[in-house]
């Protein structure tokens, strides 16, 4: 399956949401996660989170491998999101952002 990785804490720009076949996103206050069970690995989003937050589990940095099971508990606790809507209003001044971990709200 495809992870949500850190970068899109306080972004969410929901450009993947778009493109995905399959609406496996889950959104919540300030990320979105994949629903892994759902996720056909399409790849399809990848290209067009401008936060390139979007990996392969196999290719999620070593320093996020947290995400892969963040990935899968919140969207067992979350709602799918089925369209596109507008960025978090800080989204552009927040990505790249390091330490952002810290601001998830579940
Ligand atoms: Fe959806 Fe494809 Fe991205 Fe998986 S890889 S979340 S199926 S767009
Ligand atoms: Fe997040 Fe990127 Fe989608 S910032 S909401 S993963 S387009």
Redesign the pocket.
Known sequence: ??VVTENCIQCKYTD?VD????D??VEGPNFLA?NPD?????????AECPAEA?YAEDDVPADQQEFIALNARLSAIWPTITGRKDPLPDADSNNGKAGKRDLLVE
Do not use: G, K, M, S
């Open positions: 399956a495809y993947c493109v995905c076949p399959v496996c996103f994949i759902e996720c056909i690995d399409c790849t399809l989003c990848v979007i």
